[in-house]
């Protein structure tokens, strides 16, 4: 998804799947604008072009962006102290947390003109899923010649030594670890849901442990691979991608066990702009919209109907392509919104030993 991210990516993410930006909060808008905030970065860039100025240029409506690194207690905050301002926000792990809080205001499908059997990754009735964007490992070709081929690869230390990258969550690491361990994609969350799975995920990660490299930022992975520092590591792919295409590097990217994520719009209650996010995310959803973004950034659409559209030499760099999705991994925000403060901690716990 990066993505920035997720993991995800989805969130995108993640899934958090494109992070690391800095909180910008400014006084309220007023009259024909839009705060809109994502991720920040290359992906943010891509979203200027594909969607803030094309919507700005068709509306009238002027796009303000701010970016953020995914808390949603930013929101949380907001919201309960009658200070929103922001009027549309993409989120990831924490769609369904926020909707249950009542943090987010529900959607209505109808109002938008969308039909939303069309649409992948939609999960609850507080977001609408735009994009998809995928946490995946990645290596430098040029110093690894013959790289990793499934995510067992990741946790090989005698086929492949030295440092890893991770991303600094347990979100997507645990569900490799067990898919590592031998656990099917399919049941990963059912195993990954009992004591006994996250023991065993924790028992696997035990295993790399000290060749680790955390990150958190999704622009540290691509260096740490250009700087040498790992042999390779977990990246949000639109990162990776633009590192080789605005960076000339020779680094390839490994589709197995890749956890895919969706990129949500929500609107925070209590935004007086809710008719002009309305109308932003009409437009944003409509298949050559969607489509017209994978020229900025290789993140795949939600609207099934966008696939058509895109340029076949696109098509195989993104995450929800067909070829890439054999044994991929949607991101459960549902399990995470539930189980995330107890993992969370876990892990935290588990870091500091």
């Not at 260096?223 to 949000?236: I, P, S």
């Amino acid at each position: 998804m990066t993505r920035k991210s997720l993991m995800m990516v989805s969130g995108l993410a993640a899934t958090g799947l494109v992070a690391g930006a800095l909180i910008m909060i400014r006084p309220a808008l007023a009259g024909n604008e839009l705060r809109v905030v994502s991720w920040g970065g290359a992906y943010q860039e891509a979203l200027r072009k594909a969607y803030f100025e094309p919507f700005t240029k068709s509306t009238g409506i002027k796009i303000t962006e701010d970016a953020y690194s995914g808390e949603s207690g930013k929101i949380r905050a907001m919201v309960e102290s009658k200070t929103v301002s922001w009027d549309l926000v993409e989120v990831g792990f924490d769609t369904d947390a926020l909707c249950a809080a009542n943090i987010v205001e529900r959607m209505d499908w109808n109002k938008l003109g969308l039909d939303r059997s069309k649409f992948m990754g939609d999960k609850n009735d507080c977001g609408i899923p735009f994009v998809a964007a995928a946490n995946i490992v990645a290596y430098d070709k040029d110093k690894l010649a013959n790289g990793p081929k499934t995510i067992a690869d990741l946790f090989d230390m005698k086929k492949f030594p030295g440092k890893r990258g991770l991303y600094k969550s347990p979100k997507s690491t645990l569900e490799w670890a067990l898919i590592a361990d031998g656990v099917p994609v399919k049941d990963v969350y059912k195993v990954l849901g009992t004591p006994e799975g996250v023991d065993r995920a924790f028992k696997k990660l035990d295993t790399i442990k000290r060749d680790v490299v955390w990150w958190s930022a999704g622009a540290v992975p691509p260096q740490l691979l250009a700087d040498g520092q790992v042999v390779m590591t977990a990246a949000f792919n639109g990162r990776i991608s633009d590192a080789i295409k605005k960076s000339g590097k020779n680094f390839e990217i490994m589709w197995d066990a890749s956890i895919l994520g969706w990129g949500i719009w929500v609107i925070p209650r209590g935004s007086p702009r809710i008719e002009e996010a309305y109308k932003f995310i009409a437009f944003a959803s409509s298949p050559q919209v969607q489509a017209d973004l994978t020229h900025y950034i290789p993140y795949g659409p939600a609207n099934k109907d966008a696939i058509a559209l895109i340029d076949r030499a696109i098509l195989p760099d993104l995450p929800n392509a067909p070829a890439n999705m054999t044994n991929a991994l949607e991101f459960d925000y549902a399990f995470w919104g539930e189980r995330g403060p107890d993992l969370d901690k876990r892990f935290a716990a588990w870091l500091a030993r």
